[in-house]
Structures are given as structure tokens and as C-alpha cells.
């Protein structure tokens, strides 16, 4: 006997805007995870990430950084910048199953 596979269910319409709206969160989320996490490995603090940017030719102030960290609303190619800058040459990406259900944020004030 052989088994059906199990497929997921087309969602069109505005519930798939809803649907895909929030997977971009979930995807921002993530990004700004692994930039905290790397903030936090380095101890490095938004002024000083803010410091490193500027000096880099994009100018940002540290509030500025920590508001749009905070936010979720960091554009990728600013992120993969910040990325090149603390030296990192691999993010860390989910595998085929997607993003965990849970995000897991790293709590430490990283604005002194």
C-alpha cells in the first residue's frame, strides 16, 4: 500500500499576502538574531557597530542601528555588511525544514 504525501494547502487571495507577509518577518527576524548574536560573541555594542558602519562609508548613528535591530526591519544588504565587517565569511541558515518555530533572542544590553 503505498502512502499519499501530505501537502499543504494553497492558500490564495489576501490570506496568502497574510502568509507571506509573515514569513518575510520570520526570515527579518532571523537576520537580526544572528546579527545580536554576533553583536553579543564580539561584545560589541550599537555605537560601536554604528562606529564600524560609518567609518565603512554608511553612515548610522547607534540609536538609529538599535531601532531598526529592535524592529525587525534591517535591510539584507546592510545586514550582510555588517556581516563582512565583523568578519564573519558564513551565516548560519536554517536547513530545508525552514526557520525554528521559535526564535530565540539573545537578551543583553548592547546599547552602553
Known sequence: MQQSKQTKPVV???DAK??????LERWEQFIVVQLQG???E??????QLAQ????????????TLANRLKQGR???????????????????????????????VR???LFK
Open 74 to 104: 534591517f535591510p539584507m544588504a546592510l545586514g550582510m555588511k555588517v556581516f563582512h565587517l565583523l568578519g564573519m565569511s558564513e551565516v548560519p541558515l536554517p536547513g530545508k525544514k525552514g526557520l525554528p518555530a521559535k526564535l530565540i
Open 42 to 47: 564580539r561584545e560589541l555594542t550599537y555605537p
Open 12 to 14: 490564495t487571495g489576501a
Open 52 to 63: 564600524m558602519l560609518t567609518e565603512a562609508g554608511f553612515p548610522v548613528d547607534g540609536k
Open 18 to 23: 497574510a502568509v507571506r507577509e509573515a514569513e
Open 107 to 109: 537578551r543583553k544590553n
Open 38 to 40: 554576533a553583536m553579543l
